[in-house]
């Protein structure tokens, strides 16, 4: 046990060193004296990782699923490389053969996998399941917000609301915030979608995609002069849409500034000739 734990210490100084292919061989030769090692094979994986070995983990990990043990710890882990390299018909193939009931954050990742493949009841299902199965965990908040924009994707936006008040009760974010506008936005509800929206834009600046929901809002909102702000940052900050800029025109064109919406209006068409806002608010312009 001491030559156990010396070996993996020595690897894990080379892997601190940044010696990469002296820590694989330690792990190597550990593995080759000890094949039930788990620690072993589980920090070996880590590190191929690590190397953008991505195969070699995986291999490695089936190996030893299949020919040593079919155990759970080594499943999740595997799992989670399949998610977090986003191969997620894998890591629902994996992580399926787990019971619930010995791992429950299993059911976080199958949620978050089917969510990723837009499968959105199985998604839900998962979901709630977890929660219904693990009262403490670090992945409430995040189950709350999926089930959230899975809720706001299938368009039961009473059910969105629920669950994103549920998430803002754990953390108050820009996230919750930006959530909570969309589903104002959808819901017709559009001065209170601009309030979250402006709540969201001072929580994270950075998060350009606020703007051009903001601007939207207001738009549909009818004050124009903010709409106009916000979408003009927006594409002033990004490489922004067809959409975006359609929009920026429309803003525009109903503050009088027809030049300035024929501009964006050209824009728009450039970048998708199809736009109908664009084609239409061009021959508004025009007349």
């Excluded at 837009?118 to 409430?140: D, P, Q, V």
């Excluded at 064109?253 to 450039?270: G, H, P, R, T, V």
């Amino acid at each position: 046990m001491i030559q156990i734990d010396y070996q993996l210490k020595k690897a894990a100084d080379f892997e601190a060193q940044g010696k990469f292919l002296h820590a694989v061989q330690v792990y190597h030769t550990l593995i080759g004296e000890h094949q039930d090692n788990k620690l072993a094979y589980i920090r070996l994986a880590t590190l191929y990782d690590r190397m953008n070995k991505l195969e070699a983990s995986v291999n490695l990990l089936r190996k030893y699923i299949e020919t040593i043990s079919d155990d759970k710890d080594i499943r999740l882990f595997l799992g989670e490389i399949f998610l977090k390299n986003s191969r997620w018909d894998e890591a629902i193939e994996v992580l399926s053969a787990i019971l619930v009931e010995e791992q429950p954050v299993v059911s976080f990742f199958l949620g978050f996998g089917f969510f990723m493949l837009k499968e959105y009841e199985f998604a839900k299902i998962h979901f709630t399941n977890f929660l219904a199965s693990n009262a403490n965990s670090e992945y409430h908040y995040e189950t709350y917000i999926y089930l959230t924009k899975l809720s706001i994707e299938t368009e039961a936006y009473e059910d969105a609301l629920n669950y994103v008040k549920l998430a803002e009760k754990m953390f108050a974010s820009w996230e919750t915030n930006q959530l909570s506008g969309v589903i104002f936005y959808n819901q017709g509800m559009f001065y209170h979608a601009t309030v979250a929206f402006e709540k969201a834009i001072k929580q994270n600046e950075k998060e350009l995609s606020l703007l051009e929901w903001a601007g939207k809002a207001y738009l549909k909102l009818g004050d124009f002069a903010n709409a106009r702000k916000y979408l003009l940052k927006f594409v002033e900050s990004t490489d922004a849409n067809s959409e975006a800029y359609s929009f920026l025109a429309l803003a525009c064109m109903n503050l009088q500034k027809s030049d300035e919406a024929n501009n964006y209006f050209e824009i728009a068409l450039n970048l998708d000739p199809k736009n109908e806002v664009a084609l239409t608010g061009k021959k508004k312009c025009a007349k």
